[in-house]
């Protein structure tokens, strides 16, 4: 989980008495964030291994057309695999509000650590978008690939290590997402994922949950329109793709994203610029939120 994750006694001496401050954020801090996070991660993992042993990146879209219409519940665990990752990801960002006060004596490299997983776990859910090689994917792959080579001195180099489109195809990204980035977010909140405990008898309304609504609402696939002229990309990626509407690949893509995962990394109270950080935080996801509804309404 790409946050802080604190061991149920943990949880349970940081957690608020509902009762005693009541209201909405009372309630949202009682519930079991970081244990829901670990959930749909596990059952993201267990589906993602039967979705890779269907997959074959050097033929990536007819593997994902195959899986869903020739391989016996493939389209169900290619469904729960997607769902429970994008629940994964939204619940770990509950999480860091929830307890982000309890995060406030980690060391610097603690919190440091914990907030780049942040951008890490992204970007296994973004490759995971793109190995489906359909138009969104492929279309949302080749963007990332031309943004990350428009950095000066280090593109080149730098756009080998993490997509290389071009010249392997879904390749370097297929290992990367099962891999490379797994394991560099494993490595990043290791310490507090081991001392956290997940009960599947505890959350069996969740566990049913998203194994039943994976199986009446399949995963997006979709294959080629011709006239099709707008592509719209993964929902966290609608606004950054607006934004390269405006302005130049470095500076939207790269520039402007930097600036919320500096202020994200500085963001610790005992820290001089920690009002600033959080006014930066406050502006850059609000701005976010709003070319993400434009984007939506083309």
Known sequence: MPVAILSQSELENSTPDIDSDGGFFAIIKALRWGEYSLL????????????????????????????????PYGAYFRSLHFYSSQLFFLFSIVHLVAVFEETQDFTRKQWGLLAMSIPVALLVLFTGYVLRADSTGYSAGMIAEAIILDIP?????????LFSITDNGMRRIYVNHIISFGLLWGWMVWG????????????????????????????????????????????????????????????????????????????QKKNGIYRFCLFLIIGWLSAYVVLTVIALTR
Do not use: C
Not at 42 to 53: F, Q, T
Not at 153 to 161: A, R, S, T, V, Y
């Open 40 to 71: 749909a991660l596990y059952i993201s993992v267990l589906s993602g291994v039967v979705v890779a042993l269907q997959y074959d990146p050097a033929t990536p879209f007819y593997s994902v057309s195959t899986m869903d219409l020739l391989v």
């Open 153 to 161: 001195w280090i593109g080149n180099n730098l756009n080998d290590i």
């Open 192 to 267: 507090h994922v081991k001392k956290y405990k997940v009960s599947f008898e505890r959350n069996l309304l969740l566990t049913v949950g998203i194994l039943l609504f994976s199986a009446f609402i399949l995963a997006p696939f979709e294959p080629d329109h011709l006239g099709i002229t707008h592509i719209a990309g993964p929902w966290f990626f609608l606004g950054l793709q607006e934004l390269l509407r405006y302005m130049p690949p470095l500076l939207a893509g790269i520039l402007i994203p930097s600036i919320l995962l500096l202020s994200l990394f500085f963001l």
